[in-house]
C-alpha cells in the first residue's frame, strides 16, 4: 500500500472515530435509576433484594421473556378477585421534584395491571392507569411529585384480580424535561443565575427572581425542558421593573424578555424585548416547534437595571385564532347590526377568514344562502339582508375539495329599532355619523391639575377639542361645556356565585347609569386601556362588552391598546370594541415607546396602519396621541429635560394618523403630575386647524390618490368635498425632499395655513418639504364650513348633590407598603358624637374597602366602584352618643398603589359641623385578629399611625372623583378578600 493510501485510510479511521465520538456525546445521558436493585439480581429462588410482595397468589424471579433486554422478569399470578403485587419501599425521593416512573410487562389477556406510587405522611397517592394486558409486550409510565415528604415513598406493582403478568426492565428517575419552580418557592432550584438572586418581598408574590446589573446585563436560564412537535405552548409570567430610575428609559421603563431558547436562540417570533415598570403585570407568549427539541426557558435584563419575575409557567395549549371568522364589512360591522339609517343597504356582505384548505363555504341568513368558492385565507361572501327587527343567526360553513366539513363560524346579526336617544353609526369609510351627520372626534383622556372641571373643560374647548373620557358623574359638566363624552364602562363583570347575585348587580348598574345612556352628550363608551400589554385575559373583557351593548346597542364601545404585541395576539381583544386605537408617544425621538423599527413620528402612522390590521380594517380607528413629555411626573427641578412635542411635531404626528386611516384622535397625558397649559395651548393650533379640516376629513377618500409622486418617502390622502380635492401630504422621512407630482390636477393649488401657492403644467408640480413636513393642497377657493359641534344638551344626569367632604381628607396606607401588591390595611378611628347629631361617611379606596362603625358593616366598595366613586351614606341609626369607632378594611387588588380614603360629617343640632378625616391621627396595623371589630377591642402596639400619602387631589389619584349614593343593596353580597 502506498503512502499516500495509507495516509487516507488512517484519516478515514480518525474521522470515523471522532464522528462516532461526536454522536455518541450528543446522546443524551441515562439518568440515575432510583429503584434499588432493578435488574432484580438474587441469589438461587429468593426475591431480589429490594424488592417483596404481599401474600396473594405467587410471585417470582423468571428469566425474562423474549422481546427485552433484561435477564430477569418479576411475575405475578393470582387466581382469585385480590391484588397480589411487588413493592418496593424507602424510595430516597425529594419533595417538589418531578419523578417518573417506567416499566415493560407482559401479561396473559383479560390481565389487568397497574403501578402507583404512594407516600403514608402525609398521604398522597399517583396512579398509573389500569391497563389490560395484550399477551404482547407493553409500556407502562407514571408521573409523580410530591409536594410533602415525611417518610420515604414506595413504588407498587399490581394485578388486579385473577391473572398472571411479568414485568422488566423498571427504571425511576428524577425528570429535568419539564419546567418547575417558576414560582421560586424551592429558592434557585432548578436556575443558572447570573447577575440576581432570589429574593423575599412582602405581599402576594412572595419569593421572586431579580436580576441586577448596573453595569451591563443579566440572567437566569433553566435547562433541557422537553417540548413535543408541533404542539402549542404557553408561557405566562409576571413582571415588575422600572424601580431604578437612574437605570430606566425616557419612559421610566426597564427592558427585558423571557424566552423559549433552542441552541442559544429565541425560538420564533419570541425574542421581542419588552418594556415594565414598577406595577406587577401578566405577560403571555405562545410558540410551538416542527419537532420534539430540548429548550431553555431564559430571563434577561437587557441594560442595567432590575427587573423582577414570578409565577412562571409553561402549559400545553391550543391556538386561540378560530379556524373560521365571519367579519360583516361597515356599516354593519358595528355590533354586527343595523340600524334604520341603513334601511336602504340591503345585502349583508363581509370576508370569512380561515387558514385550512377550504374549498368552497356555505352561508345562510335567514332563509337565504349563498356558496361562496373560497380565494384564500381572506373569502368574501354578499347575500340579502333581513329587513324586519329582530334576530338573525348567521352562519358559514367550510368544506375542502372532497365535500368534508372543516370548520364552521356564527353571529348573531340583529337589526335593531329607532334609537330612544341618540344614534350613532359609522360609515363605510369608517366616519362616525351622529345622527346621521358627519363628526370628527377630537379627544382628551381627561385632564389633571388643580383647576375646577369647568374651567378645565373651558380651556379645552378653546383649543379646539369636541370630546373628552370621563366617568359618568362628569356628564353634565361636559355637555355644560359642550364637549362631547365618553363615560367608562365596565371592562368585567363582577365573579357572580349564583344567577341572583347577578340580577341585584344588573339591577344596580342600570340604576345607577340609565340616565347617562339617555343623555344626548354620551357619544361613546370607553372600557379598558392597554388589555394584552397589561396581560389581562380577553374572555371577560369581551363579556362585558357584550353586556354594555345588550344594555344600550346605539353608542359604540372604544378600546385601547399599548404599542405592542402580535397582531394574533391582539384580535380577541379588538373584538370587545366598536372603535379600537392604539396610543403611541414618540417624542423625544427616537424613542422606545415604539416597539417597531421605526422609533420616529411617523411610527404614528404605522400604528395605525396595524390597527387596521388587528381589525381587518373594519372599525374605526381612534388613535391617541401624545399631551405630555416623558418624566414629567416626576416632576423634575425647574422643568429641566422635558421635552414636549412642538407644533411642527403635533401636526405631523396628526396628520399622520390621518392619512394613514384614522378617522378620530384623542390625546392622553394632559397636566398628568405636572401642569403646562402653556403646551395645551400650543397643541390647540394642530386641533383648531384639524377642526376647520373636519368637513374636508370627513369626506369621501379617493383610492388611489389621483396624483402620484417621484419619491417614495411621500405619503398622499386624496380627499373630496363639494367637486372639488384636498390632498394631505407628507415627508415621512428624516431628509429634505423635494418631490414631482404627477396627475389630472387643476392649474393652481392652494396650500392651506401656508399662505402660498403652487402652479401645474400640464399635470406636473413640484414642492419643497422638510423632514417630516406637512402640506395640504386644494384647488378650491377656500376650505368648507367646519362640520358644527352636535347638541349635546338634554335631560341631566341624576347628580347626587354632596357637600364634598372628602376633599378635606388625606390619602392614607399603612406605613411603606402602599406599593406592595395585593396588600391589607385595617384603619381604626374613634370619634365622638354629640346627642341628637347627624353622621354622614364619605369613603373609598384603590382599590376595595369596608367601612364598620361600631362594629356594623355600613359601607362598601368591592368590585362595583373605584377609587374614581366616592360613596356616601347617612349612618346616623348606626351611631351613638358619645364615643363611636370606625373600622375600615381596605385591600389593593393586585395593581398598586393602593390608598384609603374617608370623612365622618357630624351635625350637630346647631347645625355645626365637625370633620373626622383620614389622616395621620387614624391608626392602623397589616394584620388583626378576629375581634378587632368589637367596640371592646384594644390596639396593640402593632397598630401605627398611618402613613399620610397625599391629600385628596394629588397624583395619582387626582380630583376628578365624584360622590354618590352608597349602594346600600350591594353591601355585603360579595366576598371580600380575607
Known amino acids: ?58 410471585g417470582k424471579r423468571i428469566t425474562a421473556p423474549e422481546g427485552v ?10 387466581d382469585n378477585d385480590k391484588i397480589a403485587y411487588f413493592i418496593q419501599h424507602s424510595l430516597k425521593l425529594q419533595p417538589n421534584h418531578d419523578y417518573v416512573l417506567k416499566t415493560k410487562f407482559r401479561g396473559d389477556p383479560k390481565t389487568i ?27 407502562m409510565e407514571l408521573q409523580a411529585n410530591f409536594a410533602e415528604l415525611n ?11 385473577a391473572g398472571r403478568v411479568c414485568f422488566t426492565e423498571p427504571i425511576l428517575y428524577l425528570d429535568l424535561s419539564r419546567f418547575r ?25 412572595g419569593k421572586v427572581l431579580e436580576l441586577t446589573n448596573l453595569v451591563g446585563p443579566a440572567k437566569a436560564t433553566q435547562t433541557g425542558i422537553t417540548v413535543k412537535a408541533n404542539q402549542l405552548y404557553r408561557l405566562t409570567y409576571d413582571v415588575s421593573g422600572g424601580v431604578d430610575k437612574a437605570y430606566t428609559d425616557s419612559q421610566g421603563a426597564t427592558w427585558f424578555r423571557i424566552t423559549p431558547q433552542l441552541q442559544g436562540q429565541p425560538v420564533g417570533d419570541t425574542g421581542s424585548w419588552l418594556d415594565s415598570f414598577s406595577s406587577w403585570q401578566t405577560k403571555r407568549l405562545t410558540f410551538s416547534l416542527p419537532q420534539e427539541s430540548t429548550i431553555d426557558i431564559v430571563c434577561e435584563l437587557k441594560n442595567p437595571g432590575t427587573v423582577r419575575f414570578d409565577n412562571i409557567t409553561l402549559e400545553e395549549c391550543t391556538s386561540e385564532i378560530p379556524p373560521l371568522e365571519i367579519c360583516l364589512d361597515l356599516p354593519f360591522a358595528f355590533g354586527n347590526a343595523a340600524f334604520p339609517e341603513h334601511k336602504a343597504i340591503t345585502t349583508l356582505s363581509g370576508i370569512l377568514v380561515s387558514d385550512l384548505p377550504i374549498s368552497a363555504y356555505r352561508v345562510d341568513l335567514a332563509g337565504q344562502s349563498t356558496e361562496v368558492k373560497s380565494s384564500g385565507r381572506i373569502t368574501t361572501f354578499a347575500l340579502p339582508r333581513p329587513l324586519p327587527v329582530g334576530k338573525y343567526p348567521l352562519t358559514a360553513v367550510g368544506r375542502d375539495a372532497n365535500g368534508k366539513e372543516l370548520a364552521t363560524a356564527s353571529l348573531d346579526f340583529q337589526v335593531y329599532p329607532p334609537s330612544p336617544h341618540r344614534q350613532i353609526t359609522f360609515r363605510e369609510d369608517r366616519v362616525m355619523l ?23 373643560l373651558k380651556r379645552m374647548v378653546a383649543a379646539g377639542f369636541n370630546v373628552g373620557k370621563c366617568g359618568a358623574n362628569q356628564v353634565n359638566a361636559f355637555a355644560d361645556a359642550g364637549v362631547m363624552a365618553v363615560p367608562t364602562v365596565p371592562s368585567k363583570l363582577p365573579d357572580f356565585k349564583d344567577q341572583q347575585q347577578k340580577e341585584l348587580w344588573r339591577s344596580h348598574f342600570i340604576k345607577k347609569h340609565e340616565s347617562v345612556m339617555a343623555h344626548p352628550a354620551v357619544i361613546s363608551y370607553f372600557n379598558i386601556d392597554e388589555p394584552a400589554w397589561g396581560g389581562r385575559p380577553w374572555q371577560p373583557i369581551q363579556e362585558a362588552y357584550r353586556f354594555i351593548r345588550e344594555l344600550d346597542p346605539y353608542r359604540p364601545i372604544f378600546l385601547n391598546e399599548a404599542p405592542r404585541g ?42 395605525t396602519d396595524i390597527c387596521k390590521e388587528v381589525t381587518w380594517d373594519r372599525k374605526p380607528i381612534w388613535m391617541t396621541l401624545q399631551g405630555f413629555a416623558w418624566r414629567q411626573w416626576n416632576k423634575p427641578p425647574n422643568n429641566q429635560n422635558l421635552v414636549y412635542p412642538n407644533h411642527a411635531e403635533n401636526r405631523f404626528m396628526a396628520y399622520n394618523a390621518i392619512v394613514h386611516g384614522a378617522t378620530g384622535l384623542f390625546y392622553w397625558g394632559f397636566n398628568w403630575g405636572l401642569e403646562n397649559w402653556d403646551f395645551i395651548t400650543e397643541l390647540g393650533r394642530t386641533i383648531r386647524e384639524l377642526n376647520d379640516m373636519s368637513t374636508v376629513l370627513t369626506s369621501p377618500t379617493v383610492i388611489p390618490p389621483a396624483i402620484t409622486a417621484d419619491n417614495a418617502a411621500i405619503a398622499i390622502l386624496h380627499k373630496t368635498c363639494d367637486g372639488k380635492n384636498f390632498y394631505i401630504v407628507q415627508n415621512e422621512s428624516g431628509d429634505p425632499v423635494t418631490a414631482t407630482f404627477r396627475g389630472a390636477m387643476a392649474t393652481t393649488w392652494q396650500v392651506l395655513t401656508e399662505n402660498r401657492s403652487l402652479t401645474a403644467a400640464n399635470g406636473v408640480f413640484s414642492d419643497a418639504f422638510a423632514p417630516y413636513d406637512t402640506h395640504v393642497y386644494t384647488d378650491a377657493a377656500a376650505l368648507p364650513p367646519p362640520l358644527p359641534q352636535p347638541e349635546c344638551q338634554g335631560a341631566a344626569v341624576q347628580r347626587f348633590q354632596s357637600t364634598n367632604d372628602h376633599r378635606e381628607a388625606f390619602w392614607v396606607w399603612y406605613p411603606d407598603r402602599n406599593k406592595v401588591p395585593g396588600h391589607q390595611t385595617r384603619f381604626i378611628r374613634d370619634f365622638e358624637v354629640p346627642a341628637g347629631a347627624e353622621v354622614e361617611l364619605h369613603g373609598t379606596a384603590d382599590d376595595l374597602f369596608r367601612a364598620y362603625l361600631n362594629g356594623k358593616l355600613v359601607l362598601e366598595h368591592n368590585r362595583f366602584s373605584g ?8 349612618v346616623t341609626t348606626f351611631i351613638r352618643p358619645g364615643r363611636n369607632r370606625l373600622a375600615y378594611h381596605a385591600a389593593d387588588a393586585g395593581q398598586p398603589p393602593a390608598a384609603a380614603l374617608f370623612a365622618l360629617r357630624i351635625t350637630d343640632k346647631q347645625s355645626n359641623v365637625t370633620r373626622i378625616v383620614s389622616d395621620a391621627d387614624t391608626i392602623c396595623t397589616e394584620t388583626a385578629p378576629d375581634n378587632w371589630l368589637n367596640n371592646d377591642f384594644t390596639p396593640g402596639p402593632e397598630w401605627k399611625p398611618a402613613q399620610v400619602l397625599g391629600k385628596y387631589g394629588c397624583e395619582p389619584w387626582g380630583a376628578n372623583a365624584e360622590p354618590e349614593a352608597a349602594a346600600i343593596e350591594l353591601i355585603g353580597q360579595f366576598d371580600f378578600p380575607k
Open 1 to 58: 500500500m502506498s503512502r499516500t493510501a495509507s495516509f487516507h485510510v488512517a484519516l478515514a479511521a480518525w474521522l470515523c472515530a471522532g464522528l462516532l465520538s461526536f454522536a455518541l456525546a450528543q446522546e443524551k445521558p441515562l439518568p440515575v435509576n432510583l429503584l434499588a436493585n432493578p435488574t432484580f439480581a438474587a441469589d438461587g429462588d429468593q426475591l431480589p433484594k429490594g424488592w417483596s410482595r404481599n401474600d396473594v397468589g405467587t
Open 69 to 78: 433486554k433484561a435477564e430477569y422478569a418479576l411475575e405475578l399470578t393470582n
Open 113 to 139: 395491571f397497574q403501578v402507583y406510587m404512594e407516600c403514608s405522611d402525609p398521604w398522597r397517592t399517583f396512579t398509573g392507569p389500569s391497563v389490560t394486558c395484550t399477551g404482547e409486550w407493553q409500556d
Open 151 to 161: 417518610r420515604l415513598p414506595y413504588a407498587v406493582f399490581r394485578i388486579k384480580g
Open 181 to 205: 419552580n417558576g414560582d421560586f418557592e424551592l429558592g434557585n432550584a432548578r436556575w443558572d443565575i447570573e447577575h440576581g438572586a432570589i429574593v423575599d418581598t412582602e405581599g402576594a408574590h
Open 434 to 456: 351622529i345622527d346621521g351627520k358627519p363628526f370628527f372626534p377630537l379627544g382628551f383622556w381627561g385632564v389633571s391639575g388643580d383647576l375646577p372641571l369647568e374651567e378645565k
Open 566 to 607: 402580535k397582531i394574533e395576539d391582539l384580535r380577541p381583544y379588538a373584538l370587545a370594541s366598536d372603535a379600537y386605537g392604539v396610543d403611541i408617544y414618540p417624542i423625544p425621538s427616537p424613542n422606545s415607546h415604539s416597539d417597531l423599527k421605526d422609533k420616529m413620528m411617523t411610527s404614528v402612522g404605522k400604528y
Open 867 to 874: 377609587h374614581g366613586t366616592i360613596s356616601v351614606r347617612n
